[in-house]
């Protein structure tokens, strides 16, 4: 595997780290640089360290991870989606409250929940024996720049729209998941 494959990879696998970035960018009034490259940061981090650990750990326990890795991940991610949608819901004077920054347990669990798959593909490269400090930085970079532009798109459109856009992050967060357990299970191709 080339430099074209390891980026298509990273693009594959950051897409659901980019729909989350988004909705950590609906929150925020303006964008916030330090804010956005956390965010970015963890994400890129976690789409490089997981493909590792997945590497490290070869086939030994790809049946394990392979047959748990789609709960986890729904799980992950419906319980912060319906934390959104609730916040969405409060009253107009708990929408006053400024941006209360980045929340770094709610942040590392939106990381491992979106890089999940990641770890899958880490077992794989294993199997295929690829080099593979070249492409956990190429996957790692480039859920880094999705991830910065998933930040400003959502501030974009939360700034204007945000309770709507808080219910939408919220109901987008729950569809990931549902998405992501029903290819595993099968039912969607």
């Not at 929940?113 to 080099?131: E, K, M, R």
């Not at 991830?147 to 400003?152: C, E, F, R």
């Not at 729209?161 to 998941?177: D, F, H, M």
């Amino acid at each position: 595997m080339g430099f074209i494959e390891f980026f298509l990879t990273g693009i594959g696998l950051s897409m659901d780290a980019f729909a989350v970035a988004i909705c950590k960018g609906l929150g925020m009034r303006k964008v916030n640089y330090k804010q956005m490259l956390l965010i970015a940061l963890f994400f890129g981090g976690f789409q490089a360290l997981m493909p590792l650990t997945g590497y490290l750990l070869g086939s030994r326990f790809s049946g394990y991870i392979e047959r748990f890795d789609h709960w986890i991940a729904f799980v992950l991610l419906a319980l912060i989606g319906f934390n959104m949608i609730k916040e969405s819901r409060e009253e107009e004077e708990e929408e006053e409250k400024p941006y209360a920054g980045i929340n770094f347990k709610e942040l590392l669990i939106l990381a491992v929940a979106t890089s999940i798959d990641a770890l899958a593909v880490g077992v794989t490269f294993a199997f295929l024996q690829v080099n593979i400090v070249p492409a956990i930085t190429i996957i790692g970079c480039t859920t880094f720049v999705i991830s910065i532009a998933g930040v400003y798109v959502g501030n974009v459109f939360g700034s204007r729209y945000k309770s709507r856009a808080e219910l939408t992050g919220g109901i987008i967060l729950i569809l990931i998941g549902v998405k992501i357990l029903l290819e595993h299970l099968g039912v969607l191709g």
